[in-house]
């Protein structure tokens, strides 16, 4: 299993959201001077009308996660509990509608493990695990699991995540490390090399930047509050994977989500500014 790995934002810097010239320029010069060999370079995000960084066609990238996707599924079982499945797929359908991928084909699947887990890989695949199911407490905080990897999509960050990888991986071997963090690059670089061919598996191993999962939680969030769900509960999940990993065996969603504790609190805020509630 790979160790969750802190990537500092500044990386390939992701401008903030308002600051497009910035963006731009960052695109600019990595599609044209730094890296030289980035042919496709800046596309808009049709979901949130962002320009973005992403050296793969996000066909190429559910492609690459086709394999990943029948692999994990032919090895492992998927729940026949129908209460299990049921609520799942209810609360899937309650949250999917009310995001700006509403309507898309999704292949969401229900393994049946202990496993405190749920990702989302490129193509519209959703895994849930039967031991994160077990660990909410409700129905709420399912959708909150639910509405944070919808986020994940909406913002492509596997797309961001393995145009990253890549870049940092070229710009080891080019030797242009003097653009960013040689420490960080050297993280990542040896990352890379350590998977290999295992490309593939990006979908599902490595864990998102700080960045990515503060606003896949934020997403989750409002979708919840679209789909009338109490979005406080965000809050609560959090805090509970946090109790769990105080104990001996922390949730495998924690290895790609940390600091449980950080984003309560940063969800809390969120909510509060937003007004949803008062928390
Ligand atoms: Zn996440």
Redesign the pocket.
Known sequence: MTQPIELDEALFEEAPRINMSRRGLVCGLAAGTVFPFVVSGCTTNPYTGEQELNIFGEAQIAEMAATAWSDLKSQTPQSSNPQLREAVLRTWNRVERVTPKAGEQWDVAVFDTDDVNAFVMPGNRVGVYRGIVDLSENEDQLSAVLG??VG?SVYRHAGRRMTRATLAQTALIAGQVAVVSSEELRQYGDLIVGLGGAAMQFGVVLP?SRQS?LE?DKAGVDYMHAAGYDVTQSVRLWELMDAKSAGQRPPEFMS??PEPARRADELTRYINAKGYALI
């Open positions: 944070h990897e994940h998102y999962e896949a790609t989500h």
